[in-house]
């Protein structure tokens, strides 16, 4: 593969210097995302799998939701409470042994609430017991792409081999999102109060909601092996971001954190359009052609997510097998322009050749063969032998 640098053009005068001011977090673990481009803008120990904490009941949540979907489980169906999801401590319900409580209110309850034992209740009522759920949690998670996983509960109590990575978190964050919006607000929801004698026990603990920053989920997290950490989400504009965090020393810490990152993501970067399909962008070599060089275009629009603070140039670059030979046709794909914005993942886009390019000789030939016929039509028919 042959590389050239991008010569001045209509595209270079669109894409001056950017570059962006790192977020260094005091997490342990993050991973930051624009969902909305799918561009990663930070990863820190994104890969490591780590004690997930309450995080890992989007998990249990995305299952629940997928069963509603399905026709497995209905929101106004009332699932048994067992006596090992009231055994559960730490953050719940307080649900009985015994009582019957509708899925709505139970999911409402792991959302707001982050009742461990009403994620017991789920996981019993899909797969009859607790651990038999949880192997079914790994090899969905598998199925989803989440490879850096493996649960051995529902709620994330501490317990070997409960595992998620940061980056596997983010993924399922923005399934919910995608494949279930009609439930996603529910993330959203400040308080829940199921049991009025337990109306202390009601707020949701995002300490993002409500601050005007667009957030809008989805999950914290902390037990004493995994600090404190939160999966967030929010929205300003056209542009929702998704945030990992994990490894906090306090609740005070994630709020800060948590704060400063979504304000970080949106403010020092920006979508920006770049190009339109068909611009040109650069010529190549032919050869054996009726003309020595090609135009390359751009095969689709361009806009990229790029920080909005310039620094360093941004790098652009293109590539292509060349000298390329003819004939070539108008909207072959003939090479790639590679954009490699300072501290975010590189960009491939396709160059399509702008023009048909004949092999060498065969204008000529063409020329010369009408011109024959030309003359043949001209001259007449043949005089006939006496």
Not at 17 to 40: C, E, K, L, Q
Not at 153 to 181: E, F, Q, T, V
Not at 359 to 385: D, Y
């Amino acid at each position: 593969m042959r590389g050239m640098k991008l010569a001045l053009s209509a595209f270079a005068l669109l894409v001056s210097s950017v570059s962006a001011n790192a977020f260094d977090t005091r997490a342990n673990a993050a991973f930051v995302v624009d969902y909305t481009s799918g561009t990663v803008l930070m990863a820190k120990n994104a890969d490591q799998p780590l004690p997930p904490a309450s995080m890992s009941k989007l998990m249990t949540l995305y299952m629940a939701f997928e069963a509603v979907e399905n026709g497995i489980l209905d929101l106004d169906q009332q699932l048994p409470v067992s006596a090992a999801a009231q055994q559960y401590g730490g953050s719940t319900m307080f649900l009985k042994e015994g009582e019957r409580v509708k899925v709505e209110d139970l999911i409402r309850g792991i959302i707001v609430l982050s009742g461990n034992d009403a994620c017991v209740v789920i996981a019993e009522a899909l797969a009859g017991t607790e651990a038999k759920f949880a192997r079914q949690m790994t090899m969905r998670a598998q199925q989803l792409g989440m490879t850096n996983s493996t649960f051995s509960n529902s709620n994330g109590w501490p317990k070997a081999g409960h595992r998620m990575s940061m980056r596997d978190l983010g993924l399922i964050a923005g399934k919910l999102i995608k494949d279930y919006p009609q439930y996603y607000p529910m993330f959203s929801q400040k308080e829940f109060l199921f049991d009025p004698a337990e109306s202390a026990n009601r707020l949701n603990r995002n300490p993002l909601l409500g601050l005007g920053i667009g957030a809008d989920g989805l999950k914290t997290g902390h037990t004493e092996e995994a600090g404190y950490g939160l999966v967030g989400s929010a929205k300003q504009g056209d542009r929702r971001i998704i945030f990992v965090l994990s490894g906090l020393d306090t609740a005070q810490a994630r709020a800060r954190e948590s704060e400063s990152v979504t304000n970080w993501a949106f403010r020092q970067f920006a979508q920006t359009d770049l190009g339109t399909a068909g611009t040109k962008i650069a010529d190549a070599d032919v050869s054996v052609g009726a003309e020595p060089t090609v135009g390359m275009e751009l095969a689709e629009d361009i806009s990229l997510l790029l920080p909005v603070n310039p620094i360093e140039p941004l790098k652009t670059e293109v590539v292509y097998n060349g000298p390329i030979k003819a004939p070539i046709s108008k909207g072959q794909e003939i090479g790639e322009l590679i954009i490699s914005p300072e501290g975010l993942p590189e960009m491939r886009i396709a160059l399509l050749a702008d023009r048909d390019i004949a092999p060498h000789g065969f204008v000529n030939r063409m020329v010369a063969a009408a011109q024959h016929l030309a003359n043949r039509i001209n001259a007449g028919p043949a005089p006939e032998a006496s």
